[in-house]
């Protein structure tokens, strides 16, 4: 039974085609994250949400945009894709924040 | 600007060997400090430090935090090719979205 699951495992579409990730979580767990993870393997948070409502935002361009139907859920949006969006998205939840965080399995996504 | 850093970042050990990680952090109102393993997929959770000079351990692996000299370390004893990996330190800070930094990763590699 996965724990925090997101949709699809890869991605590969070209420039400026839009496409959505998307995770869910069977923790019960309260917030949700999306972090990118470049070819160094550098994780950098893009995106933070508790209980639906975004709490952080990470100076991420506007064509990233991130929407919580609910607490189990957080899907990312994203915009005419550049060849630098290319990278290793992974969606991620914790307990009220202050606690380890479950890592879905990531989303290679390549912009071509 | 919150800056976690990590050293080495790589290391190549043979079995048998002890490795001790480094990661040593400059962040504004800091909570814990987390170590994960990273092998091909998703971050795994190790250890969430949040007191100095209390050692966790897990099996062959411990961890210590100096909240006074601002750094942890990661050590693994009788090192196994199993443990292979990116290990990456996090600092959770205290807000009410459990934003982490990560640092850049120490690759480690375990021959055999």
């Known amino acids: 039974d996965t724990a925090v699951s997101q949709t699809p495992k890869y991605l590969v579409t070209q420039m400026g085609n839009d496409k959505s990730i998307k995770c869910e979580q069977n923790l019960g767990h309260d917030t949700m994250y999306w972090y990118k993870q470049d070819s160094k393997k550098f994780l950098k948070i893009m995106f933070s949400?508790?209980?639906?409502?975004?709490?952080i935002n990470e100076t991420v361009p506007n064509r990233f945009s991130p929407k919580s139907p609910d607490k189990a859920h957080l899907n990312l949006h994203i915009n005419s894709l550049e060849l630098g969006d290319s990278a290793v998205y992974f969606c991620?939840?914790?307990?009220?924040?202050?606690?380890?965080?479950?890592f879905g399995q990531g989303t290679r996504l390549t912009v071509v | 600007e919150d800056k976690v850093v990590q050293s080495p970042l790589s290391l190549v050990v043979h079995e048998g060997d002890t490795v001790t990680l480094n990661c040593s952090y400059e962040?504004?109102?800091?909570?814990?400090l987390l170590w994960y393993k990273q092998e091909k997929k998703a971050p795994t959770f190790l250890f969430m430090l949040t007191s100095s000079g209390i050692e966790k351990k897990s099996g062959r692996l411990s961890s210590i935090l100096d909240k006074k000299e601002l750094f942890s370390i990661l050590n693994i004893t009788a090192t196994q090719t199993g443990d292979s990996a990116v290990y990456l330190c996090?600092?959770?800070?205290?807000?009410?979205?459990?934003?982490?930094?990560f640092g850049d990763g120490t690759t480690l590699t375990v021959k055999p």
């Open positions: 962040v504004t109102n800091f909570r814990s």
């Open positions: 996090a600092v959770l800070l205290n807000t009410n979205a459990g934003k982490s930094t």
């Open positions: 991620a939840s914790s307990q009220f924040g202050d606690r380890e965080a479950f």
């Open positions: 949400y508790n209980n639906k409502e975004l709490i």
